[in-house]
T-cell receptor
Framework: AQKITQTQPGMFVQEKEAVTLDCTYD???????LFWYKQPSSGEMIFLIYQGSYDEQNATEGRYSLNFQKARKSANLVISASQLGDSAMYFCAMRPTDSWGKLQFGAGTQVVVTP | EADIYQTPRYLVIGTGKKITLECSQTMGHDKMYWYQQDPGMELHLIHY???????EKGDLSSESTVSRIRTEHFPLTLESARPSHTSQYLCASSGSGWGHSNQPQHFGDGTRLSIL
């Protein structure tokens, strides 16, 4: 069974600074996908970034980048130049290739960006 | 931007009522999912569907039921609501085809359900 671990329940970060959100996973599968989602207080889930297990380069999407270390089974999200609107809950999720699309989510990390 | 819609956005209702939470998507996705999430907590998969007339129970046991008569529609029903059903319910969909493993799930805005 797969398991996603996010060890940081909450973090404060100052505006314009970078923040790293930790995510480790446990799987015996060789092929899988890793996802990060943002959930503001309004409740919707917003897809941020994807990393495939066979991708050689770390994924980037604007201010979001993923620090993928396959051997350590970690997929940390880096948010650069934090903005007040980045305050939200962030979830890491994993999908094995043969899971027919099902995602396993971590417990989430609450980020609060301060002026 | 993803086109997946959930109604109602908020629902406060008494114990014993029958409830149907609506979820529709216009992307033609074959896979659809329902998650239950308590405030500040992780998401738990309660139902999923691979296509029309296909429904499966998720990892978290739920008293709710689902149906998939049309590709775009995946409603969730509670026959007799109880206070323990109070939670947020999120619907999602994802596509298939080549490279389907990298297809993100697109979520609706969720329904916040409160049973009195």
């Amino acid at each position: 069974a797969q398991k996603i671990t996010q060890t940081q329940p909450g973090m404060f970060v100052q505006e314009k600074e970078a923040v790293t959100l930790d995510c480790t996973y446990d799987t015996s599968d060789q092929s899988y996908g890793l996802f990060w989602y943002k959930q503001p207080s309004s409740g919707e889930m917003i897809f941020l970034i994807y990393q495939g297990s066979y991708d050689e380069q770390n994924a980037t999407e604007g201010r979001y980048s993923l620090n993928f270390q396959k051997a350590r089974k970690s997929a940390n999200l880096v948010i650069s130049a934090s903005q007040l609107g980045d305050s939200a809950m962030y979830f890491c999720a994993m999908r094995p290739t043969d899971s027919w699309g099902k995602l396993q989510f971590g417990a989430g990390t609450q980020v609060v960006v301060t002026p | 931007e993803a086109d997946i819609y959930q109604t109602p956005r908020y629902l406060v209702i008494g114990t014993g009522k029958k409830i149907t939470l609506e979820c529709s998507q216009t992307m033609g996705h074959d896979k659809m999912y329902w998650y239950q999430q308590d405030p500040g907590m992780e998401l738990h998969l309660i139902h999923y569907s691979y296509g029309v007339n296909s429904t499966e129970k998720g990892d978290l046991s739920s008293e709710s039921t689902v149906s998939r008569i049309r590709t775009e529609h995946f409603p969730l029903t509670l026959e007799s609501a109880r206070p323990s059903h109070t939670s947020q319910y999120l619907c999602a969909s994802s596509g298939s085809g080549w490279g389907h493993s990298n297809q993100p799930q697109h979520f609706g805005d969720g329904t916040r359900l409160s049973i009195l």
